[in-house]
């Protein structure tokens, strides 16, 4: 069974910094894109960042210049850096991989599996 945990949520003020890490764990063949996603509120889920396997990373127009999205492919885990940190980001963010599961000696599935979420929480 795939597992992603997640990890490094918290409060932070204004103007300050978190990291957030997932891993993914269980059977895995390959994980092609990891990403962030956040849900503040009363608000619909959000992409945040993405990154793919071979580096290529996608944000959001609100998190662009303060927000970096890296990963350990060998570790088969994300992370997401979030500097300057304002109150509107406040939000528990989830995360998020698109990888093969390997469900026998032959046989694969793909899987979007997310993670169970952890809270930031931006003061003003």
């Known amino acids: 069974q795939v597992q992603l945990a997640e990890s490094g949520g918290g409060l932070v003020q204004a103007g300050g910094s978190l990291r957030l890490s997932c891993a993914a764990s269980g059977s895995i063949l390959s994980v092609n894109v990891m990403g962030w996603f956040r849900q503040a509120p009363g608000k619909q889920r959000e992409l945040v960042a993405t990154i793919t396997i071979g580096g290529t990373t996608n944000y959001a127009d609100s998190v662009l210049g303060r927000f970096t999205i890296s990963r350990d492919n060998a570790k088969n885990t994300v992370y997401l850096q979030l500097n300057s940190l304002k109150p509107e980001d406040t939000a528990v963010y989830y995360c998020?991989?698109?990888?093969?599961?390997?469900?026998?000696?032959?046989?694969?599935?793909?899987?979007?599996?997310w993670g169970q979420g952890t809270q930031v929480t931006v003061s003003s």
């Open positions: 998020n991989a698109d990888l093969i599961e390997r469900r026998g000696p032959l046989t694969f599935r793909p899987l979007s599996a």
